[in-house]
């Protein structure tokens, strides 16, 4: 297990292996869940995508929760076909939306239109019937250090991150990215009542240990921003 003097603000659990991490978040995701329901009326759930979720994803999906009071949605998209092999909707329908969860009301951010750009206005107004803040959101990080699909080689990257940026997500064109993505913005996803970040392999312990080695360069390595603000880790080698 790594040896890290690990930052208030980080809460880690780590694991000898990705089924038993998946396993943890699950529980842990189904637990605050719980918990918003029980208040509520409704809860509300954004979720990454990638291979490494697959196996919390079909563990969550069996929860015992009332499914039907809770939306999700996705945490960013690349601008591609539902049915594309790099649809982060497709995953989830594949992988999650399955079982009991398939009674969870989908939100999803890609739209009819051809480019972001343009489907970005459809995408905000879908996201509005979601019930803010976010009671759980679920991040991935890649090796550069980006989240969501805020990426430090985007464009707009500076609007994304500005706290008074009005818009819940944004088209993103990363110079590095093959398709143009939409992502929640920071506006959107500060204020997740909580937060989880889920990495598996050894190269990412590495990304992280760089992130932590210099907090304030948020636009370097936007993930910096959820280390500071406060999360949970969820690793596996």
């Known amino acids: 297990m790594p040896d890290i003097d690990w930052p208030a ?17 699950a529980d842990a995701v189904a637990g605050q869940l719980e918990q918003a329901l029980a208040t509520r009326e409704r809860a509300s759930l954004a979720l990454s995508g990638g291979s490494t979720p697959k196996p919390f994803f079909e563990k969550l999906r069996d929860k015992p929760l009332d ?30 939306l399955q079982g009991g969860a ?7 951010m890609k739209q009819e239109h051809e480019s972001a750009n343009a489907g970005q206005p459809l995408a905000e107004q879908a996201l ?28 707009e990257i500076d609007r994304a991150l500005d706290p008074s940026q009005p818009d819940r997500c944004m088209a993103l064109h990363p110079a590095s990215q093959p398709q143009a993505r939409l992502s929640l913005t920071r506006r959107a996803l500060e204020n997740a009542g909580w937060v989880a970040l889920h990495l598996k392999g050894e190269d990412k312990m590495d ?14 390595m936007p993930i910096r921003l959820f280390l500071g603000l406060g999360l949970n880790l969820f690793w596996s080698p």
Do not use: C, Y
């Open 128 to 155: 509005s019937a979601l019930a803010w803040p976010l009671d759980v959101l679920v991040l991935g990080m890649g090796n550069d250090g980006h989240t969501a699909s805020l990426f430090p080689d985007a464009p």
């Open 207 to 220: 990304t992280l240990r760089a992130a932590m080695d210099d907090m304030k360069s948020v636009r370097e």
């Open 67 to 96: 499914w039907s009071r809770v939306d999700v949605t996705l945490a960013d998209e690349r601008w591609v076909p539902l049915e594309s092999s790099d649809s982060n909707e497709r995953l989830l329908r594949e992988h999650f």
């Open 9 to 25: 603000t980080v809460q880690p659990v780590l694991g000898e292996s990705a089924d038993e991490i998946a396993g943890q978040l």
């Open 102 to 108: 398939v009674e969870a009301r989908f939100i999803g």
